[in-house]
């Protein structure tokens, strides 16, 4: 029988390994994906999920009967009642599985349930696939009332808004200690090409928090300074694949594809 995963919060897990999955709430189904050889298409939810405001999520591992009858299809799509098998074979077969989603709508039974495990954080795609690097959309469609950050990405989204002060987000960058007015203030950063020497933003690389990191390898793209590229060299050699990606970006956006690549040959990142 295929393993799956229905990822939840970490505080559910002794009720789950108690008495089983429960129907979700308002949708009355429990989302879950197999678990195929690519660990990120299996657990591509995670991040999306996090956005609802749970700090910790944990995967539930179980088995079920490929002649099982769930939904399937991606998430923006009409959904198909097939067997398990089937669905399990069609992702295998996608050009591009990102978004794609299985529920079924009955409770799973405890003892179908082989292990909860903890884990990586940062796995996945937020508010789309694909979406990554892109700034997410603000309309009450995308971000609903209530979603984690909504407000600080509608005061972004919303054109009417004025933008804030240089010199005021210089302070924040070099003040503040929030990750998120961090990240506020590094997106509000790139609306323009500077020469500006990006120095203040030292600080911010000694701070542990990937999603910080690649946020910032991101707006050094917008310092067209010597510091920029030591700054970005630095970050490419960061663990975090999307943290090297986007220095990397970074380093194209400012010295072309060769001085990019150049620059990046003489470091160890590899990315």
């Keep these: 029988m295929p393993t799956l995963v229905h990822i ?13 999955i ?18 990120f298409i299996s657990h591509q939810w ?20 490929p002649d099982e009858v769930v939904w399937a299809g991606r998430y923006n799509e009409p959904h198909r009642q097939v067997p398990l ?28 349930i082989t292990r909860i495990r903890h884990l990586p954080q940062k796995i ?25 950050k909504s ?15 240089y010199e005021t987000l210089v302070r924040r960058l070099t003040e503040s200690s929030d990750i998120e007015t961090l990240i506020e203030s590094l997106w ?26 690649e946020h910032l390898g991101r707006t050094l793209g917008y310092f067209k300074h010597d510091n920029s590229k030591r700054m970005l060299l630095e970050l490419c050699r960061h663990e975090s694949a999307d943290v090297k ?9 400012l010295y072309g594809q060769d001085a990019g690549i150049s620059a990046a040959a003489n470091t160890s990142f590899g990315c």
């Design 245 to 253: 990606e986007a220095a990397a970006e970074s380093l194209f956006r």
């Design 85 to 112: 098998g089937l669905a399990i074979r069609e992702l295998n077969s996608l050009a591009d599985p990102l978004g794609f989603e299985i529920f079924i709508d009955r409770k799973i039974a405890a003892s179908a």
């Design 22 to 39: 429960a129907l979700g709430k308002p949708r009355r189904a429990i989302f879950f994906m197999p678990v195929v050889q690519d660990h």
């Design 151 to 165: 407000r600080s990405i509608r005061e972004r989204y919303d054109p009417e808004s004025k933008p804030v002060p």
């Design 188 to 213: 509000s950063l790139r609306y323009k090409l500077r020469k500006t020497d990006p120095a203040f933003l030292e600080r911010l690389m000694h701070i542990d928090d990937i999603e910080l990191q």
């Design 8 to 20: 939840t919060d970490e505080k559910n897990s002794a009720r789950i390994k108690r008495s089983g």
């Design 124 to 148: 996945g795609w937020r508010y789309q696939p694909h979406a990554h690097g892109t700034r997410p959309c603000g309309c009450p469609v995308c971000l609903p009332r209530g979603s984690i």
């Design 46 to 65: 995670l991040r999306e999920l996090r956005r609802s405001g749970a700090r910790t999520l944990v995967g539930v591992y179980f088995r079920l009967s």
